[in-house]
């Protein structure tokens, strides 16, 4: 329940880009809880864009 909370404390512009994530029918995900909790882990929405900025399916849809 806390990982989904913690989604609310994403730069608005990385929730979005979130929620249009294209489907993943082979294989995994290049962005899972894992990933998003280390963005979450920076409350400041600078340093969570630059973090995003390293995950190529959430910078391309930028």
């Known amino acids: 329940m806390t990982q989904i909370l ?3 404390l994403l730069a608005p512009n990385i929730q979005e880009r979130l ?8 294989g995994k995900p290049e962005v ?7 963005v979450c882990a920076n409350l400041e ?3 969570q864009r630059k973090v995003v900025g ?5 910078s391309a849809s930028a």
């Open 6 to 8: 913690n989604l609310n």
């Open 19 to 26: 929620l249009f994530l294209d489907l993943v029918e082979d």
């Open 54 to 58: 390293q995950i190529s399916t959430l």
């Open 45 to 47: 929405w600078d340093l």
């Open 32 to 38: 899972n809880e894992r990933v998003l909790r280390q």
